[in-house]
């Protein structure tokens, strides 16, 4: 492993929880690390004025607290959506490779703190170093970061660590100015890589990562790596906010994880939600975090856990969190044998899942708003005889007039086709009649009342 001003270890004091949360002050970079996108770092300076504006909204807010500012589901990764030859060998993954992925913030602050994600390992997960750095030009999916920009990430004062089986881990605080709506580069060195090939990784993430032999961590470039549209291992970037700031979270399938979005565009619904919120004082600090994937379903495990088994992760254990839109169940109708019987029994078990997921995120103290299910007349799911969307409209009336959620978000009448109210509207539909393109995103997204993440919506 190369010896660079990057591995240099910071003297830490290390407070180890029982949840495998490791910190350390913020102060502790100051010293053998200040020589790396410092306080007087080109690549640091453009971004002081945002991180001040925290810090001064900090102390008007008081000492302000952990707020996840990005998310990903974390999901067991299908062979298709393993890495390439030959980062996927037998028995192992990602031997003596570089990973370098983007990530698209909503929240900003001066501070953060990432998260590695072994839910799904066949093995532990030995992680020899990662670097938090600032992209060429910002942009999602960039190969190159800016040279400087990079910063030594810590996990208990030490340059790597290694995940359980089964578990994450989160790492040191780090001195690292970030504004809202920014773009992150992190990147990974695995030296033995993971030996299983049950391994961790959001496949949906319309986000291109890349991946090289050797230890590649510094470079400024990863001059030709291999290439793909999925995350591997980090499941969340946390900031320091101020203590009025706030999340959001989407519990949702295919739909929140935008498919038929521009890859590389951060343009799903959830995206296009917090750009509208970053628009207003009062709702600014909100992040939305996307715990979304293809093919989720609420009753049954697919392509992911169901909704029901993953809240405690995905919801509840996220810091920060006060509301929760749940955005999903199209797949479970679906998915349903097209008989009256099956069609039945799936309408009674999705609105009883609905109730279970209200109830425990109000035993959180956490309100909850229900998105009524959009139209899939023309897709696969669409039977001759209609029963399924008999399900879907039995669904979407429940959500409507129950009373159960704290707000209903109609998607449904928000991209339905007026002439034709089982099909999507043609100019939001990305072609399969289920999915939407950018625009139908973005009609989403403009549906949603703003007033439902203020500081008081609470």
Avoid: C
């Avoid at 495998?20 to 004025?49: E, I, K, N, W, Y």
């Avoid at 393993?82 to 909503?106: E, I, N, S």
């Avoid at 169901?306 to 169940?329: C, H, K, M, Y």
């Amino acid at each position: 492993m190369k010896t660079t001003a990057l591995r240099r270890w910071a003297t830490t004091t290390v407070a180890v929880a029982a949840t495998v949360t490791l910190t350390v002050t913020a102060a502790a970079f100051g010293g053998a690390l200040a020589d790396r996108a410092g306080a007087g770092s080109p690549a640091a300076a453009q971004h002081v004025s945002a991180a001040d504006a925290a810090d001064a909204a900090n102390a008007a807010a008081g000492h302000g607290h952990w707020v996840d500012t990005w998310t990903s589901m974390p999901q067991l990764t299908e062979p298709g959506n393993m890495p390439p030859a030959p980062y996927t060998q037998d028995g192992a993954v990602f031997a003596d490779t570089t990973l370098r992925q983007t990530v698209h913030v909503t929240l900003g602050g001066r501070t953060l703190r990432l998260h590695l994600s072994n839910a799904f390992g066949g093995a532990v997960l030995p992680v020899t170093a990662v670097s938090v750095a600032r992209p060429v030009d910002g942009r999602s999916g960039a190969r190159a970061i800016v040279p400087g920009s990079a910063r030594q990430v810590t996990f208990g004062g030490r340059p790597g660590t290694t995940v359980p089986v089964g578990a994450q881990m989160v790492a040191d605080p780090l001195d690292f100015p970030v504004a809202a709506g920014e773009t992150l580069t992190v990147t990974i060195y695995l030296a033995t890589g993971q030996q299983s090939t049950n391994i961790t990784s959001h496949p949906g993430s319309r986000t291109t990562s890349y991946m090289l032999r050797g230890d590649h961590l510094d470079d400024a470039d990863l001059d030709g790596a291999a290439s793909v549209n999925h995350w591997y291992f980090l499941s969340a970037v946390e900031v320091q906010a101020p203590a009025t700031d706030r999340a959001t979270v989407v519990l949702g399938d295919s739909l929140a994880d935008g498919r038929g979005s521009t890859d590389n565009g951060d343009d799903r619904w959830p995206d296009r939600l917090r750009a509208r919120l970053a628009q207003h004082a009062d709702t600014a600090g909100t992040a939305v975090l996307n715990q979304a994937a293809g093919g989720n379903r609420v009753l049954n495990d697919g392509l992911g856990p169901n909704a029901l088994s993953r809240l405690d992760r995905d919801v509840f254990a996220q810091p920060g969190v006060t509301s929760l839109i749940v955005s999903e169940g199209v797949n479970d109708i679906g998915t349903a044998d097209a008989t009256a019987a099956a069609q039945q029994a799936v309408t009674a078990d999705l609105i009883n899942a609905y109730r279970q997921i209200v109830l425990r995120a109000h035993a959180q103290g956490i309100p909850v708003y229900g998105a009524t299910l959009t139209p899939f007349g023309g897709h696969q799911y669409d039977d001759a005889a209609g029963l399924r969307e008999a399900s879907r409209q039995a669904v979407n009336d429940w959500i409507r007039t129950s009373g159960q959620f704290d707000a209903v978000l109609d998607f449904d009448r928000a991209v339905r086709d007026p002439q034709a109210p089982r099909r999507l509207r043609s100019d939001l539909d990305v072609g399969d009649h289920l999915h939407f393109n950018p625009t139908g995103y973005q009609a989403l997204a403009d549906s949603v009342p703003l007033r439902l993440f203020g500081p008081g919506a609470r």
